[in-house]
């Protein structure tokens, strides 16, 4: 899946791994003045499924390599995977 062609489905079966207000800091470093809270939950879901779509390929890749520890290259390549 292309982080372009990406969609949340509204469903999450884990806790919010990311707080809001990471999430909102994140927004102004971006450069918004005002956020609602709909941007803000939106925003999290998206970037928490985005997170484990790469740590799933970045487990994949370490397995493949034969290793239990996932490293900074796996995460790199699937990232690279995603483009």
């Known amino acids: 899946m292309k982080i372009k062609d990406f969609q949340h489905a509204g469903k999450s079966y884990f806790p919010s791994m990311f707080s809001d207000s990471s999430i909102k800091k994140i927004m102004k ?3 918004a003045l005002r956020i609602s809270e709909n941007a803000v939950k939106k925003l999290k879901a998206l970037t928490e499924d985005y997170a484990l779509i790469i740590a799933r390929k970045a487990v994949k ?5 034969g290793r239990k520890s996932v490293k900074a290259e796996d995460i790199e390549e699937a990232i690279k995977a995603e483009e």
């Open 29 to 31: 470093k971006a450069g």
């Open 61 to 65: 890749n370490a397995q493949y390599s």
